[in-house]
């Protein structure tokens, strides 16, 4: 069964339309008005080996909030609606990643509640023009919207882009790893209570 999804998003403030296949090869096409973004998200499909299609238009004349809390929200959906009843994955996922000077780590469980844990410290506010702030608003929409229960951790470095780029390559691995299928369990639900 393909664990796909699309999510169409649209309020006062964003419109956002995003495809998600869990199973895919790392293809992205990213288009969110936000170049950093949309680097960090490629990211995620490449080394999550997703493919991901997003088209954003948000607010930017006020700022870029809403569009980046908004495109995690829908990533989110889309991933919990991909994976549906969960039955048959790893649930768990983990990745060390480094980058240079820079070394995050991304602990992942699909465990049907949601929980952010963001331990992530950047040496500057922007990396150009975007908000560092932002990356943990991304993270939150994600977690409440997918029911994850994410630890964040950026261990070491000095450089923000590279601090920025270990954690969304992290989370990528993290969540290839969680949601891949473990040809052991035959398709049951990773847990005692038998539900996700």
Not at 78 to 99: C, E, F, M, S
Not at 135 to 152: D, P, S
Not at 153 to 162: K, V
Not at 168 to 189: C, E, I, N, P
Request: with cysteine; hydrophobic share 40%.
């Amino acid at each position: 069964m393909a664990r796909t999804a699309v999510v169409a998003r649209e309020t006062r403030e964003t419109q956002i339309r995003l495809e998600l296949d869990l199973d895919g090869s790392g293809r992205a096409q990213l288009a969110t008005g936000l170049p950093f973004l949309d680097h960090m998200l490629e990211q995620v499909a490449r080394h999550g080996l997703f493919d991901l299609t997003i088209q954003a238009r948000g607010d930017l004349h006020v700022d870029a909030h809403h569009t980046v809390e908004d495109v995690g929200i829908s990533f989110g959906q889309a991933l919990q609606h991909a994976l549906g009843d969960k039955a048959g994955i790893n649930r768990y996922g983990h990745a060390y990643v480094p980058l240079d000077e820079a070394l995050s780590r991304v602990v992942i469980d699909c465990s049907g509640r949601p929980g952010l844990k963001w331990f992530v410290e950047f040496p500057r506010a922007y990396i150009g023009e975007f908000d560092v702030d932002l990356l943990r608003e991304f993270f939150q929409g994600l977690v409440n919207h997918a029911k994850l229960t994410v630890h964040i951790d950026n261990l070491r470095g000095r450089n923000a882009h590279h601090i920025a780029e270990t954690v969304f390559k992290a989370f990528g691995r993290a969540l290839r790893q969680a949601v891949a299928h473990d040809s052991r369990a035959g398709g049951t639900t990773p847990s005692t209570k038998g539900v996700l």
